[in-house]
Structure formats: C-alpha cells, structure tokens
C-alpha cells in the first residue's frame, strides 16, 4: 500500500449509515485511492436517523465532495430528501448513493441491483434468463 496522503484540497465521498463499525467499502475504497495516489477519501459516517435530513441540506454546499452512499437504515428515507431520483431507486423505494450537482441539488440512484449482478457475473455466472425464488 501507498504512503500517499490526502491534502487539503481532497475530495471526500462519505459513506452514511447506522451503524458503520461493519462497513468494509471505506477501507477498500480508501485502499485504491492510496494506491492510485488520489487526494481522496471516503468518510464513514455513523449516522442516527434523525441527522439524515440535515446531513442532505449540508451536502448541499459541502463543494469537495461530489457525493454519497448510504446503507442501512437509512435508503428509503433518502427518497424524500433527493431533488431527482432515477427510475430504479423509485422503483425499489430506497436510494444508496447520491451525487452533487454543482448547483447543489442531489440525485438518487440505487445501484444495489446492479452490483449483485456484476458481482455474478465476476464470478462467472450469468443470470440472464434464469429465475430466482425469494
């Protein structure tokens, strides 16, 4: 792993939810900023329900970081709190990541699905047309 350090001038990409003791994205991301000597980082934030609200108003203006993810519990209320949203987080009711605009309004998009799927298809399993018993 790199020495390289953030300065002042970094982009954060925060990470809310709670709890975050058991997150492994900011360590991973982290991880590949350091080795590709990024002035970035991502936050994890623990965050009570009752902050969410007032944590979206300060991304507002927050200039250096150009988003967010969010986990449990916090993606259904993020619906309510976002400008725009896309079709599939509507869809699923739950937003866990939010971009910036320079503007300062927020869209939503849930890329939970998507993730799953490339996961699967890392590992070398296709899921087109295949069904799947919840």
């Known amino acids: 792993m790199s020495d390289f350090m953030p300065t002042g001038a970094a982009t954060i990409v925060a990470m809310i939810g709670n709890p ?34 007032s944590f979206f108003e300060t991304m507002r203006g927050w200039n250096n970081c150009p988003g967010f993810v969010l986990t449990a519990p916090h993606k259904q209320q993020a619906v309510g709190l976002v400008d725009t949203i896309s079709a599939r987080a509507k869809l699923l ?15 939503g ?26």
């Open 20 to 53: 975050m003791a058991h997150a492994k994205m900011p360590s991973l991301l982290n991880r590949w900023f350091s080795n590709g000597e990024m002035n970035a980082l991502m936050a994890p934030i623990d965050l009570v329900e009752q902050a969410v609200p």
């Open 93 to 107: 009711n739950a937003v866990n990541i939010v971009v910036r605009g320079t503007n300062g309004r927020l869209h």
């Open 109 to 134: 998009d849930n890329l939970d699905g998507q993730g799953f799927v490339s996961g699967l298809r890392d590992c070398g399993f296709d899921p087109k047309g295949k069904n799947v018993a919840l």
